[in-house]
């Protein structure tokens, strides 16, 4: 299940960067940090928000910050 999760997250991650920057990010691993590694500004991270949350019904900044793709997996899991 985690990895079907993952899966989901590294597209919804590889779509964004491919409509906003016309390139994809194709090692996405957990441990990727969203403003450092795929320099997501505060546009991109409330436009993760509203994705995430339409394909998971989960909003991943309720109770605190997001930081790299595991932030959003654990919350995503947390959520199941």
């Known amino acids: 299940m985690e990895n079907n999760i993952l899966e989901e997250i590294k597209i919804t991650l590889n779509e964004m960067l491919l409509e906003n920057t016309g390139d994809t990010y194709p090692k996405l691993n957990i441990n990727n940090n969203l403003r450092e590694d795929l320099h997501f500004d505060s546009f991109d ?10 394909k998971f019904g989960v909003d991943i900044f309720e109770g605190g910050h997001i930081y790299t793709v595991n932030d959003i997996l654990q919350k995503l899991e947390l959520k199941r």
């Open 45 to 54: 991270m409330a436009e993760l928000t509203v994705r995430i949350e339409a």
